[in-house]
């Protein structure tokens, strides 16, 4: 009876404080194999199977995600396309920045962080804080699922005349990244779409298993952090420039979570247009400009997964504090 207390006060605490202790599980994992000279061997051999298997944990969350939601319920509202305007609004500012004016070096490092962070979808675990926020859950996860496209389809044309892949033409750089977005981010919405119509036992045990897509989550958040800290340990910047990154990620959430608010405002909808155009999946973000822009670059949206988390635990703090109380003084959690 003590040991399954002990168990149950451990998930307790694990769920709790899920994003603390999966950001300190990837740092000390990372310090382990990469200062340790006996493990150099073993940093060798998982060092590749870790960057084969993050897309993978990606589409698993986004497929596991998809497959709890109800089709049916789906379908675009007036704020959905103004925040998907100024998103597209605020690449199109940062690419004529960049191509206008020929960045380079570190400038380029600096736009590229923020680039990542602007163009990435908006994440999946937006629509459980809206939720929990009294907004709009159906809203969120239709955003959800066009915010993908949009992100699908804006990826494979700026990244390439960024950065121009060796002996590759646009053309050719389009179809490739676009392949590969579309893998990450396109094909588990179809999969789910197909599981949940016609392959009820397994959509049946998907959602039977409580909590699939939060572990799957907790393991890519550690995944994606022994990637960021491995970026900063190895970056041949100053700190004062990784400093300045981190400034800068801060700066764009603000930006972003206000933006949203205020377009929202016009649709009676401050809360979801805020969580649609500001909490943003940082995986999906770290991993393509660790793969298609410099490396250093996935700073910014490393450190950009702890401001949104801020900010998110601020606003279900406020909410909760202006939650009505009860005749017993308990806050009514209904």
Same mark, same amino acid.
């Given at each position: 009876?003590?040991?399954?207390?002990?168990?149950?006060?451990?998930?307790?605490?694990?769920? $709790?404080? #899920?994003?603390?202790?999966?950001?300190?599980?990837? #740092?000390?994992?990372?310090?382990?194999?990469?200062? *340790?000279?006996? @493990?150099?061997? /073993?940093?060798?051999?998982?060092?590749?199977?870790?960057?084969? *298997?993050?897309?993978?944990?990606?589409?698993?969350?986004? !497929?596991?995600? =998809?497959?709890?939601?109800? !089709?049916?319920?789906?379908?675009?509202?007036?704020? +959905?396309?103004?925040?998907?305007?100024?998103?597209?609004? !605020?690449?199109?500012?940062?690419?004529?920045?960049?191509?206008? =004016?020929?960045? %380079?070096? $570190?400038?380029?490092?600096?736009?590229?962080?923020?680039?990542?962070?602007?163009?990435?979808?908006?994440?999946?675990?937006?629509?459980?804080?809206?939720?929990?926020? /009294?907004?709009?859950? $159906? $809203?969120?996860?239709?955003?959800?699922?066009?915010?993908?496209?949009?992100?699908?389809?804006?990826?494979?044309?700026?990244?390439?005349?960024? %950065?121009?892949?060796?002996?590759?033409?646009?053309?050719?750089?389009?179809?490739?990244?676009?392949?590969?977005?579309?893998?990450?981010?396109?094909?588990?919405? @179809?999969?789910?779409? *197909?599981?949940?119509?016609?392959?009820?036992? @397994?959509?049946?045990?998907?959602?039977?298993?409580?909590?699939?897509?939060?572990?799957?989550?907790?393991?890519? @958040?550690?995944?994606?952090?022994?990637?960021?800290?491995?970026?900063?340990? +190895?970056?041949?910047?100053?700190?004062?420039?990784?400093?300045? *990154?981190? /400034?800068?990620?801060?700066?764009?959430?603000?930006?972003?979570?206000?933006?949203?608010?205020?377009?929202?405002?016009?649709?009676?909808?401050?809360? %979801?247009? /805020?969580?649609?155009?500001?909490?943003?999946?940082?995986?999906?973000?770290?991993?393509?400009?660790?793969?298609?822009? +410099?490396?250093?670059?996935?700073?910014?949206?490393?450190?950009?997964?702890?401001?949104?988390?801020?900010?998110?635990?601020?606003?279900?703090?406020?909410?909760?504090?202006?939650?009505?109380?009860?005749?017993?003084?308990?806050?009514?959690?209904?």
């Amino acid at each position: 009876m003590v040991q399954k207390n002990w168990v149950r006060d451990l998930l307790d605490f694990l769920k $709790e404080w #899920t994003l603390p202790v999966a950001m300190v599980a990837g #740092t000390v994992i990372y310090f382990i194999f990469a200062f *340790i000279p006996a @493990l150099d061997g /073993g940093a060798a051999f998982f060092g590749p199977i870790i960057d084969d *298997i993050f897309p993978l944990f990606m589409f698993l969350i986004l !497929f596991v995600t =998809f497959c709890k939601v109800d !089709f049916r319920r789906l379908r675009p509202v007036g704020w +959905h396309l103004w925040v998907g305007v100024f998103q597209v609004l !605020f690449v199109g500012i940062v690419m004529w920045v960049i191509l206008t =004016f020929r960045v %380079e070096g $570190e400038n380029l490092i600096l736009l590229e962080s923020v680039l990542a962070c602007i163009i990435g979808p908006c994440a999946a675990a937006a629509a459980v804080v809206t939720s929990k926020l /009294g907004g709009n859950l $159906e $809203e969120m996860t239709s955003y959800t699922f066009l915010s993908n496209f949009l992100t699908a389809a804006l990826v494979p044309i700026c990244f390439p005349l960024i %950065e121009p892949s060796a002996g590759m033409d646009f053309l050719a750089a389009f179809t490739l990244i676009l392949y590969k977005v579309c893998l990450v981010l396109v094909v588990p919405m @179809l999969l789910a779409y *197909i599981v949940k119509h016609f392959i009820h036992p @397994l959509h049946q045990w998907i959602v039977s298993v409580r909590d699939l897509s939060f572990y799957l989550w907790g393991v890519s @958040l550690a995944i994606v952090t022994g990637t960021t800290v491995k970026n900063i340990v +190895h970056a041949e910047s100053s700190p004062a420039f990784l400093v300045a *990154i981190a /400034g800068l990620g801060l700066l764009l959430c603000l930006v972003q979570f206000a933006v949203g608010r205020y377009v929202g405002h016009f649709f009676h909808r401050t809360q %979801e247009a /805020g969580q649609a155009l500001g909490q943003k999946n940082t995986n999906f973000a770290i991993w393509i400009a660790y793969t298609y822009l +410099h490396p250093l670059s996935s700073v910014g949206p490393g450190c950009y997964i702890l401001w949104q988390n801020v900010i998110n635990s601020i606003e279900i703090w406020e909410h909760d504090r202006k939650r009505p109380m009860p005749h017993d003084g308990v806050p009514n959690n209904q």
